[in-house]
């Protein structure tokens, strides 16, 4: 079984800076990507960032240059950092991870960025 947890979510202005943070548990060994997704309302669930086992990555365009995803093994976490968040960026963040085929989420973290 896999747990995944998202934290930092928040209210912030234009411009500002959050950094969600994701605790993974469970039977993790395995692991072929991770990241994050993101659904704002009245929209479909997009992909943010992956960070495949090989080390490349995949990212929407509207946040490359703004976000930063990371990773610590050793805790089981992994980071969103965004930095100059804009209104278009208010969405629910969902932590995301592949593990051996099969696709995991968490429950969500409300980002919401004023202008």
């Known amino acids: 079984q896999v747990q995944l947890v998202e934290s930092g979510g928040g209210l912030v202005q234009a411009g500002g800076s959050l950094r969600l943070s994701c605790s993974a548990s469970?039977?993790?060994?395995?692991?072929?990507?991770m990241g994050w997704n993101r659904q704002a309302p009245g929209k479909r669930r997009e992909l943010v960032t992956v960070?495949?086992?090989?080390?490349?990555?995949n990212s929407l365009d509207s946040v490359k240059g703004r976000f930063t995803v990371s990773r610590d093994n050793a805790q089981n976490m992994w980071y969103l950092q965004m930095n100059s968040l804009k209104p278009e960026d208010t969405a629910v963040y969902y932590c995301?991870?592949?593990?051996?085929?099969?696709?995991?989420w968490g429950r969500g973290t409300q980002v919401t960025v004023s202008a």
């Open positions: 995301y991870a592949n593990i051996n085929g099969n696709k995991y």
């Open positions: 960070v495949f086992n090989d080390g490349s990555t």
């Open positions: 469970g039977s993790l060994s395995g692991i072929i990507a």
